[in-house]
Nanobody
Framework: QVQLVESGGGLVQAGGSLRLSCAAS????????MGWFRQAPGKEREFVAL????????DYVDSVKGRFTISRDNAKNTVYLQMNSLKPEDTAVYYC?????????????????WGQGTQVTVSS
């Protein structure tokens, strides 16, 4: 079965960095577009970043542009999210997700598979 397993979350001070990884199995990774989403307590899950299946295109929510970088290694079936200059408002559970169709990839409903999430906490 398809599994997406996130890792790399943790507690970091404001201004620090973390690198999240998402290892995929049970699917042909190179045929899926990948996204990162996050959900803070009491809030809806929101789009953070996406990368198309061969890494040709990326996009980010405005609040992380210039601070976060999404990348992928199709040989390792892994997608990454490098997060720099972290802020307390970045605190959330971060999820990776996989989508077959390149359509409205900022929309949660477009993704078929999800990981279990990894907690990122940024202290002030």
């Amino acid at each position: 079965q398809v599994q997406l397993v996130e890792s790399g979350g943790g507690l970091v001070q404001a201004g620090g960095s973390l690198r999240l990884s998402c290892a995929a199995s049970g699917l042909t990774f190179g045929t899926y577009h990948m996204g990162w989403f996050r959900q803070a307590p009491g809030k809806e899950r929101e789009f953070v970043a996406l990368i198309t299946r061969i890494g040709g295109s990326t996009d980010y929510v405005d609040s992380v542009k210039g601070r976060f970088t999404i990348s992928r290694d199709n040989a390792k079936n892994t997608v990454y999210l490098q997060m720099n200059s972290l802020k307390p408002e970045d605190t959330a559970v971060y999820y990776c997700a996989a989508a077959r169709i390149n359509y409205r990839l900022g929309d949660v409903s477009q993704y078929e598979y999800w990981g279990q999430g990894t907690q990122v906490t940024v202290s002030s």
